[in-house]
């Protein structure tokens, strides 16, 4: 077993689990997005990217892509809420809570790509 491999893989999964965790819940309601699982699915979103710089295959290039397009997506989403929590001292509710759970929600169709990027790279290997 490749141990890289594994560490790749895990943190792919990891970053979809935890942003989907974060996704999960009503729109209208703040109570059911955690600003602490925010943070966590962008730390794990940067990890999975640094762990794809490296892969110069084109299947590595489609990889690096979708792990910017999630990076980009949580850290706009995580400005927002920062913006109206600390420039606006409102709590987050309303149009600006239905901002961030979009902008995790696109981050979250990234990270599924990657997650199936990942089994079809995996089914096709040889043995």
Do not use: C, P
Request: hydrophobic residues 60%; charged residues 10%; glycine residues 8%.
């Amino acid at each position: 077993m490749n141990s890289e491999k594994v560490v790749f893989a895990f943190f792919i999964v990891l970053a979809l689990t935890l942003n989907f965790g974060f996704f999960l819940g009503g729109m209208d309601n703040a109570s059911h997005h955690n600003i602490y699982e925010l943070f966590a699915a962008i730390v794990v979103s940067l990890i999975s990217t640094v762990l794809k710089v490296g892969d110069r295959t084109h299947m590595g290039a489609v990889f690096l892509a979708t792990s910017l397009v999630a990076d980009l997506q949580l850290i706009a989403a995580a400005i927002v809420w920062g913006v109206v929590a600390n420039v606006y001292g409102e709590a987050l509710t309303g149009d600006a809570l239905a901002t961030v759970v979009s902008l995790s929600g696109g981050a979250l169709l990234a990270n599924l790509i990657s997650v199936i990027l990942l089994i079809a790279e995996t089914v096709s290997v040889r043995r």
